[in-house]
């Protein structure tokens, strides 16, 4: 049975993580279906945003299995396959041409950890976990998991929670920069999809606003004066088509 529930919602694409017995720890099959699923609502015209949740737990990194059998031979050729496609999960969320949203709840941990990064923006509950969980099983952080943090939070951060394996909950890091915002457990879903609903009414503008949004807040930046020019050409087009239209 499939992992990950589909659903499109007032041009919302909700994407969630359903294995709760082992909380969303993303499996090798799990990992391909999800990153699917983001492709799914990227090729959809009539989507303007993607929500991603994992209910009460939003995923507790990768599952042991994964990560046994590339310690086993890292470089052994499934093994290696394997972990690519965790890492696909989180890395395809982070570049399809589509604003995504994060609803967390419970635990965002290692890989599940990447996988929120990875969005646009956060909403999260008071109560979530956010950690690296590297530390703890004795392992090296791995899918540009400083690079991730270091955007989001800042250096100090990237130190804190990936190099001394620190965690956080959601007051503290809407306080760091990691999330937009902390709601009641039972209110998350709601705010995350009420937020995507806003930019999801107009998926044209989405899609080209996201666009420039992504190349402009790169770590560095770019100069304001490369910031107008990029920013010309889809604002040209919206006046027009708000002209036409």
């Not at 659903?7 to 082992?22: F, K």
């Not at 090296?140 to 270091?150: A, K, Q």
């Amino acid at each position: 049975m499939s992992e990950i529930r589909y659903d499109v919602t007032d041009g919302v694409a909700v994407i969630t993580l359903d294995a709760p017995e082992r909380r969303n720890a993303l499996s090798v099959e799990m990992s391909r279906e999800l990153a699917e699923a983001v492709r799914t609502a990227e090729a959809d015209d009539t989507v303007g945003a993607v929500v991603v949740t994992g209910g009460s737990h939003f995923c507790a990194g990768a599952v042991r299995s994964v990560l046994a059998d590339t310690g086993r031979d890292p470089v052994e050729d499934e093994a290696y396959r394997n972990l690519e496609t965790v890492y696909a999960a989180f890395t395809t969320i982070g570049s399809i041409g589509l604003p995504t949203v994060a609803a967390v709840r419970g635990a965002a941990v290692g890989a599940g950890l990447n996988l929120a990064l990875a969005t646009d923006l956060r909403i999260v509950s008071r109560t979530a976990r956010l950690l690296p969980g590297f530390a703890q099983i004795g392992i090296h952080p791995g899918g540009g998991h400083f690079t991730l943090l270091n955007r989001v939070a800042g250096r100090e951060a990237a130190a804190a929670l990936g190099l001394f394996g620190d965690e956080v909950d959601g007051e503290r890091a809407v306080a760091l920069g990691m999330a937009w915002a902390a709601y009641d457990d039972g209110d998350v879903e709601a705010q995350a999809m009420a937020l995507a609903a806003r930019v999801a009414k107009d998926p044209a503008l989405a899609r080209r606003t996201v666009a420039s949004f992504r190349r402009e807040t790169v770590p560095g930046g770019v100069p304001w004066d490369v910031a107008v020019e990029l920013e010309r050409s889809p604002q040209m087009w919206s006046l027009r088509r708000r002209h036409d239209g």
